[in-house]
């Protein structure tokens, strides 16, 4: 069972010794495409990052998870660019500062994202078939200007516009097709496996120049007629239009990545290994650089080169590549096990060696050591005054955030498994013993309470002076609430029927948010009554309120495909969907910090990663999703009909709907897709006899925020 996390008060910063980033680093973390929500650690973040393009200072680094980073001062900071999407962007074609192109996809290239205002929003244009997933994909892409554009299909069909996209035309085919590129409206390239050809009125029609030089897969047009060409263990430069070339052998080297300032001197990165040549590739110089972590390579202005690459590591120079200096963050999140927010402290996550991690100002830092064994629990008062508790019931204290430790006597029975500290004199331990507190004096004494009585705290949950723990074996109820510190808890008596609670978190004031049976509930009295929210439309694994209406919970890992927080801003009466699309297939823990303010760790996928939010998740503007009231009619074989709207749809918008049986903790969904009709969306299932809760989330696009209908109940008899 992995810890839940729990909360008290507001963060404060900690002014720490031991930093996680380089002195040269900058340690923000960048905005996530697809929500509201930052990287936090790695930063500035952690998805692979395959390309890099500049114009002057201006630059862009692209990659997997739908990441396109811009940068304006030639990669000593960057932001993150909502693109609204979590799939792999191949490239990205700069037409200027304002207007960038992005060829996205999964196994292949299926659409574009393309933005005309600096990458504040993008625009999605789909080819054939959806993202991720096309019969026909995108081979080669070139935009002259940001309304007009070529496409080079797979199928070796070109397509052109002439208004950003809205609409294609189609030019004549490139057999065997696989680079395109135009100095202008009319005059362009085009390269096979072996021959460049061109055209001379917009791709039209096309005649052959000459043969390539051997080894040639790829180029690049630096004017009308100029041209820098390579492949593997070859680069040829032409400057008169490819009729002759210069063409190098490059040791073995099989480029991967390729920028040149001028036709003679470029960096070209692969095989783990960074060259440069000034005169063409006649002469070569190897750049020391990184541990075998660099996809990408490329020049900014002046002496300037940014590389980029595995896990979204950066490096630059500014001695054309004589030397590099790393300036991305230490990656902290692979040792952190799990993340919570309680004390005026901020967010404290425990390591896999016995450390604490705290984030100060904007980057993670680890604590010294204090003992080799490992962390059951932590919990910071203030920015210096915390606490550690050791797996094997060890409790030790700090005044001076982590510098030095004292250990305290627990008088505890038995290894503890939490500890809350209240405030800077008051704190409780809790354990299969029940709790234990300590007063101004500082001794622990048990806490004498029917209520406590052979309880075994499985989750944790504090806000001010209130607490709740769970355990989801006790007989006649699983939650117990404190209102005072720890000094008086009472029972929670839960819903009618129920038996086993997984999960609870206090709600600031008076009330609760727990998970019973497998659904959830809300409760505004403490436990005197219960609402279910069925809104969620999935089972949950983590939740968390930061306020009365403000409710983050997490489905379980593989529900959505992808790592997901569903949040609500109504008390639970609908929920939105936010991706973190550098995690993995889930959430792993969740903590809340107030309104707006959450904090997320995901240990799956590429790369372990925390994540942080101060508005909420919220990223664009929110948009509104709603089943229709008579949402489902009995066809003939028991087929029902959903339907729905999603307000301020373009068309292609997949939608997840998510239905269950009254009473069920389980539930099964399916994806439509919104029509650009009013964004209907229309499911047709097979579903028995009656009454289901049924629940419509779309998890939005750049510039749209993720939005949720209200759960609908229909009966089909």
């Known amino acids: 069972m992995k810890r839940m996390s729990r909360h008290l008060g507001a963060a404060a910063a900690c002014a720490l010794a031991v930093a996680a980033v380089p002195a040269s680093a900058s340690a923000l973390g960048v905005a996530l495409s697809t929500s509201g929500?930052?990287?936090?650690?790695?930063?500035?973040?952690?998805?692979?990052?395959?390309?890099?393009?500049?114009?002057?200072?201006?630059?862009?680094?692209?990659?997997?998870?739908?990441?396109?980073?811009?940068?304006?001062?030639?990669?000593?900071?960057?932001?993150?660019?909502?693109t609204g999407t979590s799939a792999f962007v191949y490239d990205v074609d700069v037409v200027d500062a304002n207007t960038i192109v992005g060829r996205v996809g999964g196994s292949k290239a299926c659409s574009l994202r393309i933005s005309t205002d600096g990458g504040q929003t993008f625009t999605r244009v789909v080819f054939d078939g959806e993202v991720a997933n096309c019969d026909v994909g995108l081979e080669s892409v070139d935009f002259v200007s940001k309304t007009n554009g070529f496409f080079l299909m797979d199928d070796d069909r070109v397509l052109t516009t002439t208004n950003?996209?809205?609409?294609?035309?189609?030019?004549?085919?490139?057999?065997?097709?696989?680079?395109?590129?135009?100095?202008?409206?009319?005059?362009?390239?085009?390269?096979?496996?072996?021959?460049?050809?061109?055209?001379?009125?917009?791709?039209?029609?096309?005649?052959?120049?000459?043969?390539?030089?051997?080894?040639?897969?790829?180029?690049?047009?630096?004017?009308?007629?100029?041209?820098?060409?390579?492949?593997?263990?070859?680069?040829?430069?032409s400057t008169d239009g490819g009729v002759t070339w210069a063409p190098h052998t490059l040791g073995g080297l099989d480029p991967q990545s390729v920028s040149c300032r001028t036709i003679t001197q470029c960096v070209l990165y692969g095989g783990n290994k960074i060259v440069l040549t000034a005169d063409g590739g006649a002469t070569l110089t190897s750049a020391a650089i990184g541990n075998?972590?660099?996809?990408?390579?490329?020049?900014?202005?002046?002496?300037?080169?940014?590389?980029?690459?595995?896990?979204?590591?950066?490096?630059?120079?500014?001695?054309?590549?004589?030397?590099?200096r790393r300036t991305s963050s230490d990656p902290v999140a692979e040792s952190i096990t799990s993340i919570d927010v309680r004390g005026g402290g901020g967010p404290v996550g425990i390591t896999d060696n016995g450390r604490i991690a705290r984030l100060s100002g904007d980057a993670w830092t680890l604590l010294p050591t204090i003992s080799t064994g490992a962390l059951a629990d932590a919990d910071f008062v203030d920015d210096k005054l915390g606490f550690a508790l050791g797996a094997n019931g060890k409790l030790q204290r700090t005044q001076d955030c982590g510098a030095t430790w004292t250990t305290l006597d627990t008088g505890t029975p038995s290894p503890p498994s939490y500890v809350i500290a209240f405030d800077a004199t008051t704190q409780a331990l809790v354990g299969k013993f029940g709790v234990?507190?300590?007063?101004?004096?500082?001794?622990?004494?048990?806490i004498t309470s029917k209520a406590l009585r052979g309880f075994r705290a499985s989750s944790l949950d504090a806000k001010g002076k209130r607490a709740a723990v769970s355990d989801p074996k006790v007989k006649g109820g699983g939650i117990r609430v404190t209102s005072d510190a720890g000094k008086t808890w009472r029972a929670v008596t839960l819903p009618k029927g129920s038996k086993r609670v997984t999960a609870v978190s206090v709600i600031p004031a008076k009330g609760l948010l727990a998970t019973i049976d497998g659904r959830l509930y809300k409760s505004s009295t403490d436990g005197g009554k219960w609402t279910s929210l069925p809104a969620a439309g999935a089972q949950l694994e983590d939740l968390e309120a930061a306020s009365s209406k403000e409710f983050y919970v997490v489905p379980r890992g593989g529900e959505w495909g992808t790592a997901i927080v569903l949040r609500s801003s109504d008390g639970g009466k609908s929920f939105a969907p936010q991706s973190l699309a550098g995690g993995g297939d889930g959430v792993n823990a969740l903590a809340v910090d107030g309104p707006g303010k959450a904090y997320a760790a995901v240990f799956g996928g590429e790369a372990p990663a925390l994540f942080s939010t101060s508005t909420g998740g919220v990223s664009g503007t929110p948009g509104s999703l709603s089943l229709s009231r008579t949402?489902?009619?009995?066809?003939?074989?028991?087929?029902?009909?959903?339907?729905?709207?999603?307000?301020?749809?373009?068309?292609?918008?997949?939608?997840?709907?998510?239905?269950?049986?009254?009473?069920?903790?389980?539930?099964?969904?399916?994806?439509?897709?919104?029509?650009?009709?009013?964004?209907?969306?229309?499911?047709?299932?097979?579903?028995?006899?009656?009454?289901?809760?049924?629940?419509?989330?779309?998890?939005?696009?750049?510039?749209?925020?993720?939005?949720?209908?209200?759960?609908?109940?229909?009966?089909?008899?």
Request: hydrophobic letters at 35%; zero cysteines; aromatic letters at 8%.
């Open 164 to 237: 950003g996209g809205a609409s294609f035309g189609t030019a004549t085919k490139v057999e065997g097709g696989r680079q395109i590129a135009f100095a202008d409206t009319t005059n362009g390239f085009a390269i096979t496996a072996s021959t460049l050809k061109k055209t001379p009125d917009g791709g039209q029609t096309w005649s052959d120049v000459g043969p390539l030089p051997s080894g040639v897969s790829a180029f690049r047009l630096l004017g009308p007629t100029t041209l820098v060409a390579w492949g593997k263990d070859v680069l040829a430069t």
């Open 292 to 324: 075998d972590d660099v996809r990408a390579v490329g020049y900014g202005s002046g002496t300037r080169l940014a590389a980029v690459g595995k896990r979204g590591v950066t490096y630059l120079s500014d001695d054309d590549g004589a030397t590099f």
């Open 37 to 82: 929500w930052n990287w936090t650690n790695p930063a500035p973040q952690g998805n692979t990052l395959t390309g890099i393009v500049f114009t002057g200072n201006t630059g862009f680094a692209y990659g997997a998870g739908g990441t396109i980073l811009r940068t304006d001062d030639g990669g000593t900071t960057w932001k993150g660019l909502a």
């Open 436 to 446: 234990y507190r300590s007063g101004e004096g500082g001794v622990f004494g048990k």
């Open 631 to 717: 949402a489902a009619k009995q066809k003939a074989k028991n087929q029902a009909t959903i339907s729905g709207t999603l307000k301020g749809a373009v068309g292609g918008e997949e939608i997840r709907i998510a239905y269950r049986k009254k009473g069920s903790a389980s539930w099964t969904s399916k994806t439509v897709i919104a029509g650009a009709n009013s964004g209907s969306v229309t499911l047709r299932v097979k579903l028995t006899k009656g009454t289901y809760d049924v629940v419509a989330q779309w998890a939005g696009d750049s510039g749209r925020a993720g939005t949720g209908s209200a759960a609908r109940s229909i009966t089909l008899k």
